[in-house]
Structure formats: C-alpha cells, structure tokens
C-alpha cells in the first residue's frame, strides 16, 4: 500500500513537471497531456479536464509573465480575442456538465487528432 501511494505521489510530480514544460513550451497546451495522465491515474474524465484547468491557470500565468517580460506577447494580436474567448470558456465549463464522458473523450481526442494532422502539414 506504501508503496503505490509513493510510485502515485511520482506520478503526479512527474505529471506537473511535464505539464509545466508543455505549457512553458506551447502556451496551455499542457494539458494535452494532463488530461490523459489524470485519467490515467483514475481521475474521471470531466474532473481530470477541470482539474487539468486548475493547473494549467496557474502555469499559464507564469509563462504569461516570463513571455511579457521577454517581450514576446503581441497585446494587439491577443486582444481581439478574449472578449468570445472568455464567452466560449464559460460555455465549454457549461456543457462539461451536460456532456457524457464517452462523448468528451471523443470531442478530445478529435480535436488532438485535427490538430495534430494541422500542424504536421503545416
């Protein structure tokens, strides 16, 4: 039992360290990997999309410093688009509670697969 909790506890400091590099690397695109590590971990799948949320919120925040202290962040070319990104993200947070987990793994796994296949022929 000792040691499950320990390989478990690994697990998760391994999930954060990744989640931290991706999202470092890619903007939020941590969790891309922090959904499937979660559920994997046995976390069901719409607590692991809300909890891959709370931690890449604050990750996010880190890397938004970092990028704007770096001169990276284009404010006019972000603007635009969070007046119906934020619309959009209390919609998403609407339905993960309408929407079956068979049905959200599949709406995931399409979107990865599209953009995977986007940026490969890009």
């Known amino acids: 039992m000792e040691q499950n909790r320990k390989k478990k506890k690994w697990y998760f400091v391994l999930l954060g ?23 994997k971990a046995d976390i069901e799948p719409k607590k692991a999309h809300a909890t891959s949320i709370s931690i890449i919120l604050p990750l996010s925040i880190l890397s938004g410093i970092f ?31 309408k929407i079956p987990n068979d049905l959200l793994r599949r709406i995931f796994g399409i979107i990865i697969i599209l953009s995977a296949v986007r940026i490969f022929f890009k």
């Open 17 to 39: 360290l990744a989640a931290g590099i991706l999202n470092g690397l890619f903007g939020a695109g941590g969790g891309v990997a922090v959904v499937p590590m979660l559920e």
């Open 67 to 97: 990028y704007l202290t770096s001169g990276h962040i284009s404010f006019e070319t972000a603007f635009p688009y969070l007046p119906l990104g934020v619309v959009g993200a209390l919609l998403g947070g609407w339905l993960l509670k």
